[in-house]
């Protein structure tokens, strides 16, 4: 509509959300206790998802089996990931998460939305939360104007009206909202505005709390909300994580991952996982709403990691930079066997970072090997031979386990895929806030 700017706002922090993500829901509490603790209003908006054009689409059948289905096969394993992941963080909030047999159709509760939001701020956390646990729960049809309708009269809103802005001037100003939203460059939710700056996923409220607090602070690093989480003592006392050289998630990780095992006197077992590089925008050219999304995301994931890098002081050449990380993986496992994989680590993904080595060659590695001690008397033949196959074999593992990208985390039985989740490995491990 008229003067709507998706990165501008009379409020300090704008967040966008819809009813059908998970991960939305799950960042409710947490963005609500942030916004107490600040004393600020959150600008609330819909972001209706059209995961479809970016995700494939599929529906269950009563019984809870693929009826229809267009996804892949990677699709089927990001899904899945996810909905674990999110019940995993749902159950910490003590709320109920069951995936949802179809892929709805939340423009009507977006409208809502924009309905409640002008009635203030507690009129739109009562709505939020009228809407949300029951949906989750599968108990609410949000594609029903009555039903929706109802919901914004138990949050205490007037409704008088509601139908004839739901069919017109609502429709034509979502619409057109969300046309702007996504030419923006945001596409998914929770995405939270912060001076023109916006950051994907409730992994990033540590960084939110430092830009509206001044950024006075040293920068925090991605954490996952674990308020409440209780320590197990019988937590096991070690850390398997897959990693891949050319992961700049890995490379930014890597202090807080290794502060974490410090603090918690734990052992880091790090095996090689090899992966693909983060794709270039301009790799997708297309003028459809699915090369649009991937083109989104692209930009906003390089812009992220290129700012995160500079907060932290850390070089991050050639990011879309793609190398053939076997070498590096033959000399992770070279380096482990020797009880050197943490220094090798380090050494490998500075030196690929800063551009000082290539890590495709197999002559650099074994330098970088022998810079940490490395006896590389075997190398070579380790690398042409059995090298191979156990890397294989070793992948194989991971990805059994539940590891498909880098850094994943393995512990306790169950796969955490980002470093986004070293908040939650901490508190499961006793480490207390601030030492992780």
Not at 43 to 70: F, H, N
Not at 74 to 99: I, T
């Amino acid at each position: 509509m008229p003067g709507f700017d998706p990165l501008a706002s009379d409020r300090p922090l704008i967040v966008y959300v819809d009813f059908k993500s998970p991960y939305a829901y799950i960042a409710i509490e947490p963005t609500l206790a942030l916004a107490a603790e600040l004393g600020i209003e959150i600008d609330w908006r819909p972001l209706t998802l059209d995961i479809p054009s970016y995700l494939g689409s599929a529906k269950l059948d009563r019984k809870g089996k693929v009826a229809e289905s267009q996804r892949t096969p990677e699709q089927w394993s990001g899904v899945k990931y996810a909905y674990r992941d999110a019940r995993r963080y749902a159950g910490l909030q003590d709320r109920m998460l069951r995936g949802t047999t179809k892929i709805w159709d939340s423009s009507l509760a977006s409208i809502a939305l924009q309905w409640v939001t002008p009635h203030g701020a507690d009129a739109t956390e009562r709505f939020l939360w009228e809407v949300y646990p029951p949906f989750w729960r599968r108990e609410l049809d949000i594609e029903d104007p009555e039903v929706v309708a109802a919901r914004i009269a138990a949050a205490g809103v007037p409704t008088d009206g509601f139908r004839d802005y739901l069919e017109g001037e609502g429709r034509a100003r979502h619409d057109a909202e969300q046309a702007a939203i996504f030419e923006a460059g945001i596409y998914g939710v929770p995405t939270y505005v912060v001076d023109r700056e916006f950051f994907f996923g409730r992994e990033n409220l540590p960084l939110v709390r430092w830009m509206l607090g001044g950024q006075e602070a040293p920068v925090p690093d991605p954490a996952n909300p674990v308020a409440g989480v209780a320590a197990d003592p019988d937590a096991e006392r070690r850390i398997r994580v897959a990693v891949d050289v050319k992961s700049a998630e890995v490379w930014l990780g890597l202090a807080a991952t290794r502060r974490l095992a410090a603090a918690a006197g734990v052992e880091l077992d790090w095996l090689p996982l090899r992966g693909t590089a983060l794709t270039d925008p301009a790799r997708h050219e297309g003028a459809d709403r699915s090369s649009r999304h991937k083109r989104n995301r692209a930009r906003y994931l390089a812009h992220h990691l290129e700012r995160q890098a500079a907060w932290r002081e850390l070089p991050l050449e050639g990011l879309h930079r793609s190398p053939d990380s076997t070498p590096f993986a033959l000399g992770l496992l070279h380096a482990r066997s020797a009880g050197r994989a943490d220094a090798f680590v380090e050494a490998a993904l500075a030196a690929h970072w800063s551009g000082s080595a290539d890590v495709s060659s197999p002559t650099e590695v074994e330098a970088l090997l022998q810079g940490v001690g490395v006896d590389t008397g075997g190398f070579a033949a380790f690398a042409q031979g059995p090298g191979l196959e156990a890397l294989e074999s070793v992948e194989a593992e991971l990805r059994s386990e539940g590891a498909f990208s880098t850094p994943t985390y393995l512990f306790g039985g169950e796969p955490y895929q980002g470093r986004q989740h070293l908040s939650l490995l901490a508190a499961r491990l006793g480490v207390t806030e601030g030492a992780a």
